[in-house]
């Protein structure tokens, strides 16, 4: 890992990588400020330097107003953007992020998307999971589905999707009945269901004949389909596709 | 990028380089919770009150009794101000901190070695204070500056012993309550020992222990140090008793905390 031997040269990596849980490693009782220079500090970073990185941080990540204030007074959005900070404060070349938007608010969100976009593109490695698809496909480079602790799928999102299949093909049902008379046909095969719109959701590659098909299969009688329209796969589609269960992502 | 990391960054990370920073981080932590910080101030000059005031007219020892006592209360106030930092370094351990310190490589050493230097810092402030209550309550030290510092010298040592050995607790129990706890052992120790009433005032049973447990010599050797009062064994013999004491629980707790401190954070 980053040239490392994992065995051989644990003292070397630990200073290179950086580690953000889900719940923030800060002192409530310093300022933001204090947090910052002390992990600067502790990662090896002369005095003035030190000041200077903590000033940075607070900056990129919107905290300077907040930087004086006991973190203990933080919103969870502040202290989880002070925390992935704080995980930047020595310049790791890679950085584990478990979870890193779990519960934020949208503006928190962005902010740290953002962080988290610019460090990759900076190049430094970025491990992250996340329960958020939508996370995944905008971040990452790599991703990993895991099942219940298997990786069951590697590759780049688009490469997932293709995998799985380009497209997604929606039947919408009339009724309810007919909702689950498709369902129960599908069953298996289903990659999307939605109770509440009637949709039922199948892989697909998009030509003509197979939509035909899966039409003629699933609605013999004609009644059971009221509409249907073909889209883009989501990563959503790739993971249930993928597990069938609600499960977590990681991406390198 | 590799480059500029490997500028940024020093070839090791030593305790001596972390401590201070640590120190730092203990000592703006203990300011930060002013309710524990006053407690550790007032207690023991409340306490030097009570027991001059309240139990001195009780206690006949041939002398003034503020004489006798101002040593044991210097013990009480060094063990009430240690056993904080059973807390700080049990809250510690509870928090997300220590995994980010063990993601930065900070040793074990330097995280509880920042606290008991915290703890040995307010403790001379805490000292200092005492020191001139009791001044102020007409003890008056028949001393040499040579004598004081050797008196201050040990009272630190034994405040580094206790607060190592509060830190080992902290590490020891789960949850800050519990941690607390420690104080009460330790305050035991100091009340069942020469720091209050002499030890021949005791029943039987409890002499034994009085005579040969750690508060003891220290007093004794305190008090030879400040006064030379009445009740002080030959105040050599005392003092080398004091010094393998202090050493044996300093030595015992730091091994002990180092050990729990790997077991908490494998």
């Not at chain 1, 970025?126 to 496909?137: R, S």
Request: overall charge positive; aromatic content about 6%.
């Amino acid at each position: 890992m980053a040239g490392f031997d994992v065995v051989r040269d644990r003292r070397q990596i630990r200073r290179r990588i950086s580690l953000t849980g889900q719940f923030a490693a800060l002192d409530a009782a310093q300022t933001g400020e204090e947090n910052l220079r002390m992990i600067a500090r502790l990662a090896g970073l002369p005095r003035a330097a030190a000041r200077r990185r903590a000033a940075e941080l607070l900056d990129q990540f919107e905290l300077t107003d907040a930087g004086r204030r006991r973190v203990g007074t933080y919103s969870g959005g502040m202290r989880r953007r002070l925390d992935l900070a704080a995980s930047l404060a020595g310049h790791p070349s890679v950085i584990f992020l478990d979870e890193p938007t779990t519960g934020l608010d949208p503006q928190s969100r962005l902010t740290t998307w953002r962080a988290i976009a610019g460090l990759a593109a900076s190049g430094v490695t970025v491990f992250l999971t996340t329960q958020y698809l939508e996370e995944a496909d905008r971040l990452v480079g790599q991703i990993a589905v895991l099942d219940g602790g298997l990786v069951v799928a590697v590759g780049r999102a688009a490469e997932l999707k293709r995998r799985v299949a380009a497209q997604r093909l929606d039947l919408t049902c009339p009724t309810p009945a007919a909702f689950g008379q498709v369902s129960q046909i599908l069953a298996g095969r289903a990659v999307h269901l939605d109770p509440a719109a009637l949709t039922v959701g199948v892989a697909t590659d998009g030509s003509a004949a197979q939509v035909r098909s899966v039409l003629d299969e699933t609605d013999p009688g004609r009644d059971l389909v009221a509409s249907f329209a073909v889209r883009g796969a989501t990563l959503d589609d790739v993971f249930f596709a993928l597990t069938g269960y609600n499960q977590e992502v990681t991406h390198v | 990028m590799s480059d500029a990391l490997t500028m940024a960054r020093p070839s090791m990370t030593l305790p001596t380089m972390t401590l201070p920073t640590m120190t730092g981080r203990s000592l703006r932590l203990s300011l930060r919770s002013p309710d524990a910080l006053l407690t550790a101030l007032l207690l023991p000059v409340m306490l030097m009150v009570v027991f001059v005031y309240l139990f001195g007219g009780a206690v006949a020892i041939g002398t003034s009794y503020v004489e006798y006592v101002v040593p044991g209360v210097l013990l009480l106030c060094a063990v009430t101000g240690a056993a904080t930092t059973a807390v700080t370094v049990c809250q510690d351990m509870a928090g997300g901190i220590v995994d980010r310190f063990r993601s930065l490589d900070v040793p074990g050493t330097a995280l509880l070695a920042g606290h008991v230097t915290a703890s040995l810092v307010r403790n001379v402030v805490s000292t200092v204070l005492v020191a001139a209550v009791a001044v102020g309550l007409g003890f008056r030290p028949h001393s040499d500056p040579a004598r004081l510092a050797a008196a201050f010298g040990l009272l630190l040592l034994f405040v580094a012993a206790v607060s190592w050995l509060a830190a080992a607790f902290g590490l020891a129990v789960s949850a800050p309550e519990a941690a607390n706890g420690v104080m009460f052992f330790l305050m035991f120790l100091c009340y069942a020992s020469s720091a209050f009433v002499p030890v021949r005032t005791m029943p039987w049973w409890l002499r034994g222990f009085a005579r040969h447990q750690p508060a003891t010599p220290v007093t004794e050797t305190l008090r030879a140090l400040l006064a030379g009062q009445p009740g002080a064994q030959p105040w050599g013999t005392a003092l080398w008793v004091a010094l393998a004491w202090c050493g044996g629980i300093l030595a015992v707790s730091v091994v002990l905390s180092m050990a729990l401190f790997r077991r908490r954070t494998a």
